[in-house]
């Protein structure tokens, strides 16, 4: 299957964002406080002409690219975030490839992978688009989208919101789980540790395959000087140190440049206690990064 926006479509979108007046363009800056929405009708008032055509016709294969493009400004680091509607066709293996290969990179800079993909009108694939994504075709993946981007950009309420609802409703464990490590990390971000410990501990334990779930855990139990926690999320890290691999490049380095705020200072006693335990290789890094 290819995913590709035709040089119409895209015109039409195009037009639809850059307008203020336009209800896409309304949504896209509204919080989302009901992430359980029913999908935005064809027949709703007040939509343009642009508006209605590409609802009518063209609402999947928006949304979709919307939500891919949302995904790449995720899977960092970048310096601005950038979009695939004025992109080259791509078929979905290449995309998946090519997805993969961002998410690995390293530095600041844009891979090479990312030099075709071209800057919207509206200026980024940030919530804003997720939003969008999410009143044409909601989904589970789309709202665990925009709960990650408005918690890193700084829009910590409406993250929460979403994803405390999708935490609540899911019926898939993975998403759930995906959920508390955002609502973990909102709490880390506003100084919260006990909390962020219980959120990231309960993803840990819904679906241990969300793999930020048990370092969130792990870290957060270091910060408020639980032992008992940070040796239970050690045991669980330990079991996952193959998988976890990829990742744990990531937590040394936002750990790394973030090194002296207040939020990563771990308690001396928490690092004389921790310091002999025996842990295992991510754990142990982990660790040593913080002390």
């Known amino acids: 299957m290819t995913y590709t926006i035709a040089p119409e479509v895209r015109a039409l979108l195009e037009v639809a964002l850059a307008d203020d007046s336009t209800t896409l363009h309304h949504l896209a800056s509204l919080p989302v406080r009901r992430a359980y929405e ?25 949304a979709f690219l919307l939500y891919q493009g949302c995904l790449l400004t995720l899977q960092g680091p970048v310096e601005k975030t950038r979009t695939i509607l004025q992109g080259e066709p791509v078929e979905e293996t290449d995309w998946r490839r090519r997805s993969t290969l961002a998410a690995s990179a390293r530095g600041v800079h844009w891979p090479e992978e990312r030099k075709w993909l071209l800057d919207t009108p509206r200026g980024g694939l940030g919530s804003e688009a997720a939003r969008i994504a999410l009143r044409l075709s909601p989904s589970d993946d789309v709202r665990h989208v925009l709960a990650s981007l408005c918690c890193i950009e700084g829009q910590i309420q409406e993250s929460l919101d979403v994803a405390g609802e999708l935490a609540h409703r899911s019926p898939s464990p993975g998403h759930r789980a995906a959920a508390w490590t955002v609502v973990g990390t909102c709490h880390h971000i506003v100084g919260d540790h006990a909390s962020s410990l219980e959120h990231n501990r309960t993803a840990a334990r819904i679906d ?8 969130n855990w792990f870290l957060q139990s270091l910060l408020v000087g639980n032992v ?9 890290l330990s079991e996952l140190e193959e998988a976890l691999a990829p990742i744990r490049e990531r937590y040394l380095l936002a750990i790394q440049a973030d090194r002296n705020a207040a939020h990563w200072n771990l308690p001396h006693p928490m690092k004389e206690r921790v310091r002999n335990e025996r842990l295992g290789t991510v754990a142990r890094s982990l660790f040593d990064a913080l002390v």
């Open 38 to 62: 029913e999908p935005l009708s064809a027949g709703a008032p007040f939509l343009s002409k642009e508006e209605r055509h590409l609802l009518r016709h063209h609402r999947e294969e928006v």
């Open 228 to 236: 008992d926690q940070a040796l239970a999320a050690a045991e669980q």
């Open 208 to 215: 241990e395959r969300v793999l930020p779930a048990a370092a």
